[in-house]
Nanobody
Framework: QVQLVESGGGLVQAGGSLRLSCAAS????????MRWYRQAPGKQRELVAI???????NFLDSVKGRFTISGDNAKNTVYLEMNSLTPEDTAVYYC?????????WGQGTQVTVSS
């Protein structure tokens, strides 16, 4: 009943920026339940960012100060703006949303940062 589609990934040089989008369809969801995760080669999936309606956000320590999370309720979409990217940010990035008692996940979008 909920579908999530990530977009905006790609190849970028170190120091560059990307903006990821996660669009939800099928049902209207609370945008504040949407989070960003990533999984790098050989590593476990980790939570990257989560935001609240009050404007406060939590970030993975390694991305704090470089990444920004935001949402657009009208578009049922959450964004992850990534700045000052490093090769350690290379990963598949996923969004997740809570709806009707369970989490839904997108298919992921690849982010590759070259040195």
């Amino acid at each position: 009943q909920v579908q999530l589609v990530e977009s905006g990934g790609g190849l970028v040089q170190a120091g560059g920026s990307l903006r990821l989008s996660c669009a939800a369809s099928g049902s209207m969801i609370n945008i504040n339940t949407m989070r960003w995760y990533r999984q790098a080669p050989g590593k476990q999936r980790e939570l990257v960012a989560i935001a609240s309606s009050g404007g406060s956000a939590n970030f993975l320590d390694s991305v704090k100060g470089r990444f920004t999370i935001s949402g657009d309720n009208a578009k049922n979409t959450v964004y992850l703006e990534m700045n000052s990217l490093t090769p350690e940010d290379t990963a598949v990035y996923y969004c997740a949303a809570w709806f009707n008692g369970r989490d839904y996940w997108g298919q992921g979008t690849q982010v590759t940062v070259s040195s």
